[in-house]
């Protein structure tokens, strides 16, 4: 089976390929361009490359696409809602079901109702509400734009789908009334849910994150544009242009990052991307740094921190050194990996 996305999600294509699936990207090009800024929609699926591999291995070959909204590892890059309509229709036409990672849903809303025309005045609860008429399903993880510590669910519209995963939520989760989460989580999530929906609050969540972006590109360090919803994200390539790929450039500059300034940061380069099944490395094309801002926690203060210490260490760039590997995990490598400094 192929999987067809809008780039891959770590964990998410993992868990594709561990059920013997073939993930596809079929994100547009721009995405992969950390320059391109004017590209208001990021995330979009090319239709053309998404056509293509119905074509190449016939619909009964993609049991769904998978569509993040918006794109984590794009640099939180929206879709728009034209392209979520379109990608529904040719899904339709072939029997494929279109299937959401709603982890970041309503910071995508929000870019909808900022960027695409006809919804300027639209709450974001009707935004979203659209967005998910264009879906069978969708898997969410409630520690971001749910606004909790923990959790997570699947929705289908489809009630044999939905039997055949409550059997799997029995035998590794718990009851599907619970999911493997306690009452309080529960409780939580359907609140954070509601709140996330204000627009005074989601505005200000991604109007900080732009704030910190616009600072750091004023300082002169080069960031990944246009700034996404929940993170801005370093260009280590252009940061560290004397490190080659295979010297991890992204995982060297999370390191330096903290060393100097104690801010904790996320690699997404060749680390993150991991090994295809032959054991080769994938080389994404892009090396970025995820400084990502949890919701409700920062005041500007703490991001002018954040943006003042990189632009130091910016300043000092070429005596940062490459990493190499001391311990890599078999799968997942970024979350628990152990490098030197070469
Ligand atoms: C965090 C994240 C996930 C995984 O969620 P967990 O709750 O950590 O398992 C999946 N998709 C995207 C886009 C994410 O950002």
Redesign the pocket.
């Known amino acids: 089976m192929y999987i067809p996305g809008n780039m891959y999600?770590t964990?998410?294509r993992a868990h594709q390929e561990l059920n013997g699936g073939t993930f596809v990207d079929v994100i547009i090009d721009e995405a992969h361009d950390p320059r391109r800024e004017d590209v208001p929609f990021k995330g979009n699926v090319d239709l053309k490359k998404y056509a293509a591999l119905i074509d190449r291995v016939g619909p009964s070959k993609i049991p769904y696409i998978s569509v993040?909204v918006t794109v984590?590892m794009a640099g939180g890059q929206p879709v728009s809602m034209q392209n979520l309509r379109e990608v529904k229709r040719l899904s339709e036409k072939h029997g494929i079901k279109v299937i959401f990672?709603a982890?970041?849903c309503v910071e995508n809303a929000y870019f909808i109702k900022k960027r695409e025309a006809g919804y300027g005045d639209k709450s974001i609860a009707e935004i979203v509400k659209e967005m998910f008429s264009y879906a069978d399903g969708c898997?969410m993880?409630?520690?971001?734009d749910g606004i909790v510590n923990m959790g997570?669910f699947l929705a289908v519209n489809d009630e044999e789908l939905y039997r055949q995963a409550s059997a799997l939520v029995v035998l590794f989760e718990g009851m599907p009334s619970y999911g493997g989460m306690t009452g309080r989580d529960m409780e939580a999530f359907a609140r954070g849910l509601r709140e996330s929906m204000d627009y005074a609050y989601i505005r200000h969540r991604v109007e900080q994150v732009a704030a910190f972006g616009a600072r750091l590109d004023e300082l002169g360090v080069p960031i990944v544009k246009p700034v996404g919803g929940h993170a801005v994200f370093i260009d280590a390539k252009a940061f560290l242009p004397h490190l080659t790929q295979d010297q991890l450039p992204a995982q060297a500059l999370a390191a330096a990052i903290y060393e100097h300034s104690g801010v904790r940061s996320m690699e997404r380069g060749i680390v993150s991307a991991g090994r295809d099944r032959e054991g080769r490395d994938y080389r994404p094309q892009l090396e970025l740094v995820r400084l990502a801002v949890p919701r409700r926690v920062y005041t500007m203060a703490h991001l002018e921190y954040a943006a003042t210490s990189i632009a130091e260490l910016y300043e000092r760039r070429s005596e940062i050194r490459g990493l190499q590997w001391v311990y890599e995990p078999p799968v997942l490598r970024f979350f628990t990996g152990r490098f030197k400094r070469i």
Do not use: E, L
């Open positions: 999600f964990t998410t993040a984590n990672d982890t970041r898997t993880s409630g520690k971001k997570g």
